[in-house]
Protein backbone atom coordinates (compact mmCIF):
# COMPACT_ATOMS: atom_id res chain seq x y z
CA UNK A 1 0.00 0.00 0.00
CA UNK A 2 2.51 2.25 0.81
CA UNK A 3 5.20 2.01 -2.34
CA UNK A 4 2.44 4.23 -4.58
CA UNK A 5 2.67 6.69 -1.56
CA UNK A 6 6.02 6.59 -1.27
CA UNK A 7 7.09 7.02 -4.62
CA UNK A 8 4.66 10.19 -4.71
CA UNK A 9 6.78 11.67 -2.36
CA UNK A 10 10.12 11.04 -3.79
CA UNK A 11 8.67 12.70 -6.96
CA UNK A 12 7.47 15.54 -5.66
CA UNK A 13 10.66 16.26 -3.37
CA UNK A 14 12.17 19.18 -4.37
CA UNK A 15 15.01 19.43 -2.35
CA UNK A 16 18.12 17.25 -2.62
CA UNK A 17 17.93 15.80 1.27
CA UNK A 18 14.28 15.44 0.90
CA UNK A 19 14.44 13.10 -2.24
CA UNK A 20 17.49 11.64 -0.63
CA UNK A 21 15.36 10.48 2.69
CA UNK A 22 12.45 9.41 0.27
CA UNK A 23 14.57 7.33 -2.06
CA UNK A 24 15.96 5.85 1.51
CA UNK A 25 12.49 4.74 2.71
CA UNK A 26 11.67 3.18 -0.73
CA UNK A 27 14.65 0.92 -0.97
CA UNK A 28 14.29 0.02 3.26
CA UNK A 29 10.63 -1.02 1.74
CA UNK A 30 11.75 -2.67 -1.14
CA UNK A 31 14.22 -4.84 0.93
CA UNK A 32 12.01 -5.32 3.46
CA UNK A 33 9.34 -6.94 1.07
CA UNK A 34 11.86 -8.65 -0.34
CA UNK A 35 13.07 -10.83 2.77
CA UNK A 36 9.68 -11.59 3.69
CA UNK A 37 9.52 -13.56 0.76
CA UNK A 38 6.03 -13.26 0.55
CA UNK A 39 5.22 -13.74 -3.55
CA UNK A 40 2.34 -11.52 -2.43
CA UNK A 41 4.53 -8.77 -1.59
CA UNK A 42 6.65 -9.33 -4.46
CA UNK A 43 3.40 -8.72 -6.94
CA UNK A 44 1.96 -6.07 -5.13
CA UNK A 45 5.52 -4.25 -4.65
CA UNK A 46 5.96 -4.57 -8.71
CA UNK A 47 2.29 -3.59 -9.47
CA UNK A 48 2.64 -0.51 -7.58
CA UNK A 49 5.96 0.61 -8.98
CA UNK A 50 4.45 -0.10 -12.04
CA UNK A 51 1.10 1.91 -11.86
CA UNK A 52 2.78 4.89 -10.13
CA UNK A 53 5.47 5.08 -13.30
CA UNK A 54 3.49 4.31 -16.30
CA UNK A 55 2.11 7.38 -16.33
CA UNK A 56 5.00 9.80 -15.29
CA UNK A 57 7.41 11.00 -18.36
CA UNK A 58 9.52 9.22 -18.83
CA UNK A 59 8.43 6.14 -16.64
CA UNK A 60 7.76 3.42 -19.04
CA UNK A 61 11.31 3.53 -20.14
CA UNK A 62 11.99 2.87 -16.60
CA UNK A 63 10.22 0.15 -16.15
CA UNK A 64 11.54 -1.52 -18.96
CA UNK A 65 14.58 -0.79 -18.16
CA UNK A 66 14.09 -2.54 -14.40
CA UNK A 67 12.61 -5.43 -16.06
CA UNK A 68 16.10 -5.87 -18.60
CA UNK A 69 18.13 -5.43 -15.75
CA UNK A 70 15.98 -8.01 -13.29
CA UNK A 71 16.00 -10.39 -16.09
CA UNK A 72 19.32 -10.22 -16.73
CA UNK A 73 21.00 -10.44 -12.96
CA UNK A 74 17.91 -12.96 -12.05
CA UNK A 75 20.52 -16.27 -12.02
CA UNK A 76 22.60 -13.96 -9.53
CA UNK A 77 19.45 -13.73 -6.49
CA UNK A 78 19.28 -15.87 -3.89
CA UNK A 79 18.09 -18.54 -4.14
CA UNK A 80 15.56 -19.08 -2.20
CA UNK A 81 13.95 -15.70 -4.11
CA UNK A 82 14.59 -17.39 -7.44
CA UNK A 83 12.31 -20.58 -5.46
CA UNK A 84 9.38 -18.55 -4.48
CA UNK A 85 9.28 -16.48 -7.75
CA UNK A 86 9.17 -19.97 -10.01
CA UNK A 87 6.63 -21.06 -7.55
CA UNK A 88 4.08 -18.72 -8.82
CA UNK A 89 3.40 -20.22 -12.44
CA UNK A 90 4.45 -23.64 -10.65
CA UNK A 91 2.38 -23.86 -8.11
CA UNK A 92 1.82 -27.48 -7.47
CA UNK A 93 5.55 -27.76 -6.25
CA UNK A 94 4.98 -25.59 -3.75
CA UNK A 95 3.48 -26.42 -0.44
CA UNK A 96 2.31 -23.26 0.89
CA UNK A 97 0.61 -22.65 -2.72
CA UNK A 98 -1.04 -25.94 -2.18
CA UNK A 99 -2.47 -24.84 1.06
CA UNK A 100 -3.50 -21.65 -0.33
CA UNK A 101 -5.87 -23.40 -2.95
CA UNK A 102 -7.07 -25.63 0.05
CA UNK A 103 -8.27 -22.93 2.03
CA UNK A 104 -9.89 -20.80 -1.09
CA UNK A 105 -11.64 -24.44 -1.67
CA UNK A 106 -12.90 -24.31 1.55
CA UNK A 107 -14.38 -21.22 1.58
CA UNK A 108 -15.90 -21.92 -1.54
CA UNK A 109 -17.23 -24.82 0.21
CA UNK A 110 -18.63 -22.84 3.46
CA UNK A 111 -20.18 -20.12 0.66
CA UNK A 112 -22.08 -23.68 -1.18
CA UNK A 113 -23.48 -23.98 2.03
CA UNK A 114 -24.39 -20.80 3.59
CA UNK A 115 -24.73 -18.72 0.42
CA UNK A 116 -26.98 -15.68 1.97
CA UNK A 117 -25.61 -14.86 5.54
CA UNK A 118 -21.98 -17.25 5.07
CA UNK A 119 -20.42 -18.67 8.51
CA UNK A 120 -20.26 -15.51 10.28
CA UNK A 121 -18.14 -12.55 10.82
CA UNK A 122 -14.26 -14.09 12.11
CA UNK A 123 -15.75 -17.91 12.05
CA UNK A 124 -13.46 -19.32 8.79
CA UNK A 125 -10.77 -21.06 11.08
CA UNK A 126 -13.36 -22.66 13.46
CA UNK A 127 -15.43 -24.27 10.55
CA UNK A 128 -12.39 -25.44 8.30
CA UNK A 129 -12.13 -28.60 9.80
CA UNK A 130 -15.83 -29.39 8.60
CA UNK A 131 -15.13 -29.05 5.06
CA UNK A 132 -11.65 -30.95 5.06
CA UNK A 133 -13.19 -33.97 3.59
CA UNK A 134 -14.55 -32.20 0.66
CA UNK A 135 -11.22 -31.03 -0.60
CA UNK A 136 -9.05 -33.41 -3.02
CA UNK A 137 -5.79 -35.18 -1.06
CA UNK A 138 -4.07 -33.17 -3.80
CA UNK A 139 -4.33 -29.65 -1.83
CA UNK A 140 -3.58 -28.88 2.02
CA UNK A 141 -5.81 -27.73 4.18
CA UNK A 142 -4.92 -26.25 7.62
CA UNK A 143 -6.82 -24.21 10.83
CA UNK A 144 -5.63 -20.62 9.25
CA UNK A 145 -7.62 -18.31 7.12
CA UNK A 146 -8.60 -18.37 3.48
CA UNK A 147 -5.35 -16.56 2.06
CA UNK A 148 -7.86 -14.65 -0.38
CA UNK A 149 -9.96 -11.83 1.09
CA UNK A 150 -12.81 -12.07 -1.67
CA UNK A 151 -13.11 -15.81 -1.03
CA UNK A 152 -13.12 -15.63 2.96
CA UNK A 153 -15.67 -12.90 3.10
CA UNK A 154 -18.03 -14.94 0.90
CA UNK A 155 -17.24 -17.91 2.93
CA UNK A 156 -17.71 -15.84 6.39
CA UNK A 157 -20.70 -12.92 5.10
CA UNK A 158 -22.27 -14.61 2.42
CA UNK A 159 -22.74 -12.83 -1.09
CA UNK A 160 -23.97 -10.02 0.38
CA UNK A 161 -20.71 -9.32 2.15
CA UNK A 162 -19.00 -9.97 -0.80
CA UNK A 163 -21.06 -7.28 -2.80
CA UNK A 164 -20.51 -4.44 0.05
CA UNK A 165 -16.89 -4.93 -0.29
CA UNK A 166 -16.87 -4.87 -4.09
CA UNK A 167 -18.72 -1.81 -3.72
CA UNK A 168 -16.64 -0.07 -1.03
CA UNK A 169 -13.78 -0.88 -3.16
CA UNK A 170 -15.26 0.52 -6.56
CA UNK A 171 -16.77 3.82 -4.81
CA UNK A 172 -12.57 4.52 -3.24
CA UNK A 173 -11.56 3.94 -6.57
CA UNK A 174 -14.03 6.07 -8.66
CA UNK A 175 -13.41 8.52 -5.14
CA UNK A 176 -9.87 8.67 -6.17
CA UNK A 177 -10.36 9.62 -9.71
CA UNK A 178 -12.40 12.01 -9.20
CA UNK A 179 -10.03 13.71 -6.99
CA UNK A 180 -7.22 13.24 -9.59
CA UNK A 181 -8.95 14.87 -12.38
CA UNK A 182 -10.44 17.79 -10.84
CA UNK A 183 -7.19 18.67 -8.15
CA UNK A 184 -6.48 22.01 -8.31
CA UNK A 185 -2.33 21.42 -8.99
CA UNK A 186 -0.77 18.74 -10.60
CA UNK A 187 1.04 18.14 -7.44
CA UNK A 188 -2.32 17.68 -5.83
CA UNK A 189 -3.66 15.05 -8.63
CA UNK A 190 -0.63 13.24 -7.92
CA UNK A 191 -1.46 12.66 -4.40
CA UNK A 192 -4.82 11.01 -5.42
CA UNK A 193 -3.18 9.21 -8.19
CA UNK A 194 -0.85 7.71 -5.55
CA UNK A 195 -4.12 6.77 -3.50
CA UNK A 196 -5.65 5.28 -6.01
CA UNK A 197 -2.74 3.08 -7.38
CA UNK A 198 -2.13 1.89 -3.77
CA UNK A 199 -5.80 1.35 -3.25
CA UNK A 200 -5.77 -1.00 -7.12
CA UNK A 201 -2.29 -2.79 -5.73
CA UNK A 202 -4.76 -3.65 -2.39
CA UNK A 203 -7.38 -5.17 -4.22
CA UNK A 204 -4.53 -7.17 -6.25
CA UNK A 205 -3.31 -8.40 -3.08
CA UNK A 206 -6.60 -9.48 -1.52
CA UNK A 207 -6.14 -12.15 -4.43
CA UNK A 208 -3.53 -13.44 -1.85
CA UNK A 209 -4.01 -12.86 1.67
CA UNK A 210 -7.58 -12.14 3.79
CA UNK A 211 -7.10 -8.86 5.47
CA UNK A 212 -10.34 -7.92 6.41
CA UNK A 213 -9.43 -6.86 9.57
CA UNK A 214 -6.58 -5.33 8.62
CA UNK A 215 -6.66 -1.83 9.62
CA UNK A 216 -3.97 -0.51 7.41
CA UNK A 217 -6.79 -0.17 4.19
CA UNK A 218 -9.22 1.03 6.17
CA UNK A 219 -7.50 3.73 7.05
CA UNK A 220 -6.60 3.99 3.07
CA UNK A 221 -10.42 3.95 2.71
CA UNK A 222 -10.46 6.44 5.04
CA UNK A 223 -7.89 9.12 3.73
CA UNK A 224 -10.00 8.69 0.63
CA UNK A 225 -13.52 9.24 1.83
CA UNK A 226 -11.79 12.15 4.55
CA UNK A 227 -10.43 13.84 0.69
CA UNK A 228 -13.64 13.69 -1.02
CA UNK A 229 -15.40 15.59 1.70
CA UNK A 230 -13.04 17.94 2.13
CA UNK A 231 -13.18 18.55 -1.62
CA UNK A 232 -16.69 18.64 -1.62
CA UNK A 233 -16.52 21.74 0.55
CA UNK A 234 -14.30 23.19 -2.16
CA UNK A 235 -14.91 25.14 -5.23
CA UNK A 236 -12.49 22.45 -7.05
CA UNK A 237 -14.79 19.22 -6.97
Not at 4 to 16: G, I
Not at 67 to 84: E, G
Given at each position: LTI?????????????LHRTLWTLAAVIQAVAIFYTHARMGYLGMVLGVVLFLIRRRGGTAIVLWA??????????????????VESILDYTSSESSRTRIGQQLVGLWMFRDHPVTGVGPGNFEENVKRYTDRVPDRWRVEVIGAHNLYVEVLAELGVQGLVVLLLILVYAWRAAQQLRRRAPTPSTALLYEALGASLLVFAFSALFVHAQYQKEWWLLLAVITAARSIAARTDFT
Open positions: PLTLYMLWSARRAVLVTAATYPLWPTTFQTR
